[in-house]
């Protein structure tokens, strides 16, 4: 099993570019969450799915799309990318609200 | 607003130390607390508390839930450079499955 993977690991973009971070899960979860992570902040949810072909915003859900139209997959999109979102992002999962999350090893993005 | 609050923010100790990290938490629909440590990737699950004064323990590691003072604490004795991470507690809503993160504890062993 491989638990949750993210594509890419590392990008660079410029202001105003989009872009799309994609999270796969093999283990069968129905819910899954995007975070990002800025130092001294912790992490943060960004929106979250609690099922296939539904989504949910967060705390911080502002330039930022989601959608979940497979069961293990959970994509984040960028429309038109700021300086303020350069930061690490977390995908997680989870099968249920009573179970602990897994996480992903993460994206970092740069937005110059 | 719900919210959880980690002390210390860091905190730097030689190996063979004992540790105390502490999670104080604010929030409706509270279910558990958790624990996780990171160190250069993901965050990794350590511990998740639902009962009150029921202590978890794994090796070195234990925690417990105060859910009358509405905290939490991890105890790592004899501390070991390995255990050097962020230690990131989090409250587990029991409607969503949403964990909300504290602002983590930076630990760094010397050997």
């Known amino acids: 099993n491989a638990g949750v993977t993210q594509t890419p690991k590392f990008r660079v973009l410029k202001t105003g570019q989009s872009m799309t971070l994609l999270c796969a899960q093999d283990?069968?979860?129905?819910?899954m969450y995007w975070y990002r992570q800025d130092p001294g902040m912790g992490l943060r949810l960004i929106h979250y799915?609690?099922?296939?072909?539904?989504?949910a915003k967060g705390e911080v859900p502002d330039g930022y799309n989601v959608s979940r139209l497979k069961k293990q997959n959970f994509l984040l999109g960028l429309e038109s990318a700021a300086p303020s979102q350069t930061s690490v992002y977390f995908c997680?999962?989870?099968?249920?609200?009573?179970?602990?999350?897994?996480f992903g090893p993460g994206t970092r993005l740069t937005v110059l | 607003e719900d919210k959880v609050v980690q002390s210390p923010l860091s905190l730097v100790v030689h190996e063979g130390d004992t540790v105390t990290l502490n999670c104080s938490y604010e929030v409706t629909n509270f279910r558990s607390l958790l624990w996780y440590k990171q160190e250069k990737k993901a965050p990794t699950f350590l511990f998740m508390l639902t009962s009150s004064g029921i202590e978890k323990k794994s090796g070195r590691l234990s925690s417990i839930l105060d859910k009358k003072e509405l905290s939490s604490i991890l105890n790592i004795t004899a501390t070991q450079t390995g255990d050097s991470a962020i230690y990131l507690c989090?409250?587990?809503?029991?409607?969503?499955?949403?964990?909300?993160f504290g602002q983590g504890t930076t630990l760094q062993v010397k050997p």
């Open positions: 997680a999962s989870s099968l249920n609200t009573y179970n602990e999350q897994f």
């Open positions: 799915s609690v099922g296939e072909g539904t989504t």
């Open positions: 989090a409250s587990l809503s029991s409607n969503t499955g949403k964990l909300i």
């Open positions: 283990m069968n979860h129905e819910y």
